[in-house]
Every structure is written in C-alpha cells, then in structure tokens.
C-alpha cells in the first residue's frame, strides 16, 4: 500500500490519492511511514525532472497530488493545545513558489502548539518585517527556500528583521539549506525537516 502511494503522487494520479491514504490508515498504516512515502516520491520525481524524463507540468501534478494526501493525513498527524507556545510566523522567501515542505513545517508547528500565521510562498522581506511588527507578541519567524537562488533572498529576509530591530528567534530550512549557511546568515536555527521544526521551535519557545 505504501509503495502504490508513492507511486500515485510519482505519477501524479490526483483522482486516487485521497482513497488510497485513506485504506492505508485504516489498514492501520502508521502516518509518518505514508508521509516519509510521499517526500520520497516528490525526491524521485525532482531526479526525473533533473535528468529531463519530466517537466514542469508533471512536476506541479505530483505535488498537487501529495498536497491531497497530506490533507487526507493532517487529522493524524498529532494534535497540541493550539496557541499554548504563542504565534509563530513562517513563509517561503522572495522568488520561490515551493510550499509543501512549508506547509508540512507549518502544521507540524501548529500540531505542536503554535498560532501560525502562514504567510504563503514570494514572501518579500518587507512581508515579514510589516507581520512581525504587527504582531509584537510573535517571538518566532520560520524561513523555508528550495531554490540554490532564492537562499540570497533568505540571507536579505534575516539582515531586514535583524536591522528593524525586532527579537525574533529566527529558524530556516528548505532542501538546499545547512546548518553552515544558518550559521552564516545569522539566524537561530536550521532544522532539516519539519517534525525536527516543531521540536526544535517547542524547545526554544520553552
Ligand atoms: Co521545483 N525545483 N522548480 N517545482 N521542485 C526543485 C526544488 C529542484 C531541486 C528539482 C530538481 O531540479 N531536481 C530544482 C531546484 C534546483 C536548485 O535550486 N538547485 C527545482 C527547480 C529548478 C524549479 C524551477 C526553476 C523549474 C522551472 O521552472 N524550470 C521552478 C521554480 C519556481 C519558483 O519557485 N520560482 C520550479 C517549480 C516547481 C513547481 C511549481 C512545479 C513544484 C512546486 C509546487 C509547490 O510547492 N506547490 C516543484 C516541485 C514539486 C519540486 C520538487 C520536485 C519537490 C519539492 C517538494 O515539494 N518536496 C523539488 C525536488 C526535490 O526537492 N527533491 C524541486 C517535498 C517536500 C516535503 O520537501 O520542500 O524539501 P521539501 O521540505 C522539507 C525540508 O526541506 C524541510 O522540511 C520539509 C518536510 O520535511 N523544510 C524546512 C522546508 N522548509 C523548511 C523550513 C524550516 C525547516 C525545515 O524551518 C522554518
């Protein structure tokens, strides 16, 4: 079962996705396993898309088709006090339209007890500032980048919460991110995937 979802959002099978996730939790299926399975297919089908087997329009019908199984898992994938932790910002910087990672992150941060305020994906650095200062009760910022060129816009997005003054404990990730380039850029925390975010923001909002 877990290797026909893979294969459903590999081959971006929109129409079957949802009943497919949804026999596979009632089978029993454990939900992170179903998770790890999609994450999986979207790697392949990044590699395809490398090696020109696909293109861009396959690409954006298995993401569709993973967002669809991700909806059909949200209820299982664990439930906190919500807003007990305070508000946490989040969005994907300037330039880069990729959000299923951000939207994982985010609602594994919710799941774990924050007011997320979800800022969406081309987020300019004014964005950010322009929320953050609006809600002065937010302590926390989460960054995502999937592309090697919008990590500039990432490092621009840091210096401008930074230089408006505003304490804000900041955690970045996204495929091509580091601990080594977190450090560099000056933010708070780098997590590699988005249930290392929700223990990592829980740990620091303690
Ligand atoms: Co794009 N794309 N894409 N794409 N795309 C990549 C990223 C790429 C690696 C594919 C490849 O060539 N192998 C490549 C980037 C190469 C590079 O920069 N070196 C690429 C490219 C080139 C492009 C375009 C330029 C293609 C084009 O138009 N010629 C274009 C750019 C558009 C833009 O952003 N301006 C583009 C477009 C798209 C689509 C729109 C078609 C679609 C996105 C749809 C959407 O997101 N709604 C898409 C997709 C689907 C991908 C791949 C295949 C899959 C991404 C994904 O969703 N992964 C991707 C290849 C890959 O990553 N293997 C690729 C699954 C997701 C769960 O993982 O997002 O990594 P991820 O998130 C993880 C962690 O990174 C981490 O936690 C998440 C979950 O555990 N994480 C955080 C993420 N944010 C975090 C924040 C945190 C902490 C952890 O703290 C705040």
Redesign the pocket.
Known sequence: MIEEIKKLVETGKLKKIEEAVQEALDGGADPAEVLDSM?GA??S???K??KNEIY?PE??V??KT??RGVNVLKPHLGAGGVGKYGKFV?GTVA????????N??AMMIESAGFEVIDLGV?VPAEKFVETLKANPDCKMV?????????MDNMEATVKAIKEAGLEVTI???????TQAFADKIGANA????????ATKAKELAA
């Open positions: 994450t979207m790697d089908v990044g590699e898309f490398q861009v690409m954006l298995a993401a993973m967002q989040i330039g880069d339209l990729h959000d299923i990672g951000k994982l992150v081309d989460g960054l995502s980048a999937l592309l090697t060129t919008t955690m970045v990730g996204g495929a091509p991110i780098y997590t590699a995937n988005a249930a290392a975010a």
